[in-house]
């Protein structure tokens, strides 16, 4: 039995797959990666919201589309990626650890001194497609906060489960989390 859930936003409609995460735990998957419309409708939508800014940053890999978007629409030339490992280019890399819900394993999310030292000082909008337990929030946090610049605000498409009752953060729709039967339990 294939479940899903119809999700609107920023004014379209997307079926997502619900998909187990724990016997007790299943959640709709939102997926931006290859839907241009609707990538370019959130970020048109959530830029309506943004507060003043002067550099966004995103976690490797789903906000990427997400954040190039919004960097494109608002005339912006760079926005900042959390990498998931260091690369052979990055510089003086520091990291902090991450467990989100959708990776079975801890994470690392990294960046370089070159992005460090352009975040110095500035304001800095933190962007994702989906918050729900915030530990990804609070690695990007870490980053930023270590590299010297100052958060301004936290963005994403949509705020799931716990998320959707958190006051700092700025989203679009909620993302409710089902049961094995696809009903909603939060």
């Excluded at 992005?115 to 530990?135: N, Q, R, Y």
């Amino acid at each position: 039995m294939d479940l899903s859930y119809e999700m609107h936003v920023a004014g379209l409609t997307r079926h997502l797959p619900i998909c187990r995460v724990t016997d007790d735990l299943y959640i709709g998957a939102f997926v931006i990666f290859g839907d241009v419309e609707l990538t370019q409708a959130c970020a048109r939508e959530l830029l309506k919201r943004a507060p003043e800014h002067d550099v966004m940053i995103t976690a490797e890999s789903k906000g990427i589309p997400l954040v190039y978007e919004m960097a494109r629409q608002n005339g912006e030339n760079r926005y900042l990626l959390a990498r998931k490992a260091p690369k052979l280019y990055m510089k003086n890399v520091f990291s902090t650890k991450v467990r989100s819900i959708t990776t079975a394993q801890e994470q690392v999310l990294c960046m370089d001194q070159q992005d460090a030292d352009f975040m110095k000082g500035k304001k800095v909008l933190i962007v994702d497609d989906v918050i729900s337990t915030g530990e990804s929030l609070r690695a990007l946090e870490t980053l930023v906060q270590e590299a010297g610049g100052q958060i301004v605000g936290r963005m994403a498409i949509l705020a799931e489960g716990e998320a959707q009752d958190r006051e700092d953060l700025i989203y679009l729709e909620k993302l409710p989390v089902f049961n094995k039967d696809g009903e909603i339990i939060g």
